[in-house]
T-cell receptor
């Protein structure tokens, strides 16, 4: 099992550009989530999904879109990047009663 | 709304000394509680979790945590720290499904020889 994989590892964007952060898991987990980590603020939930076709907003959803067409994949889209979206992004997956497994993260710099 | 408070931003401990990291939570239902560790530039690794039952839970790397409902606390302890324990530690609370954890702001642990 590869677990939770994220691509790219690092990305530099200019303000206004769009991009998709990829997340995939091979554990057949029904739950998947996206968090951002900023210094002194811990991890904050952006969006989450409880199954294919079902997504919902977390604490900081503005500026981000998600979709879940398959159990395995949960991409995070930035439609028009802003410097405030400079952060480290973590994807996670889990099943009921089970641990959330985290991916290695994507470092995003928006200039 | 759920929340987690880790009152200590940074703790310095001598190698071999005992450690306690504090975590207080606010949650409207039965809390599911977690401690994660993050080494610099790395992802998060689960140390331990509490769902129900025995309020003292054992985790990996010699860590343990005690759930105290009356104090809304879930403090992490280790009897003797090692230099490799230097990292950032996060406490988190979530619902049954774990799909939406709320994290504390983290405690950075420094180990001195």
């Amino acid at each position: 099992n590869a677990g939770v994989t994220q691509t790219p590892k690092f990305q530099v964007l200019k303000t206004g550009q769009s991009m998709t952060l990829q997340c995939a898991q091979d554990m057949n987990h029904e739950y998947m989530s996206w968090y951002r980590q900023d210094p002194g603020m811990g991890l904050r939930l952006i969006h989450y999904s409880v199954g294919a076709g079902i997504t919902d907003q977390g604490e900081v959803p503005n500026g981000y879109n998600v979709s879940r067409s398959t159990t395995e994949d949960f991409p995070l889209r930035l439609l028009s990047a802003a410097p405030s979206q400079t952060s480290v992004y973590f994807c996670a997956s889990s099943s009921s009663y089970e641990t959330q497994y985290f991916g290695p993260g994507t470092r995003l710099l928006v200039l | 709304a759920q929340s987690v408070t880790q009152p200590d931003i940074h703790i310095t401990v001598s190698e071999g000394a005992s450690l306690e990291l504090r975590c207080n939570y606010s949650y409207g239902a039965t809390p599911y509680l977690f401690w994660y560790v993050q080494s610099p530039g790395q992802g998060l690794q689960l140390l331990l979790k509490y769902f129900s039952g025995d309020t003292l839970v054992q985790g990996i790397k010699g860590f343990e945590a005690e759930f105290k409902r009356s104090q809304s606390s879930f403090n992490l302890r280790k009897p003797s720290v090692h230099w490799s324990d230097a990292a950032e530690y996060f406490c988190a609370v979530g619902p049954f499904g774990n799909e939406k954890l709320t994290f504390g702001t983290g405690t950075r642990l420094t180990i001195i020889p």
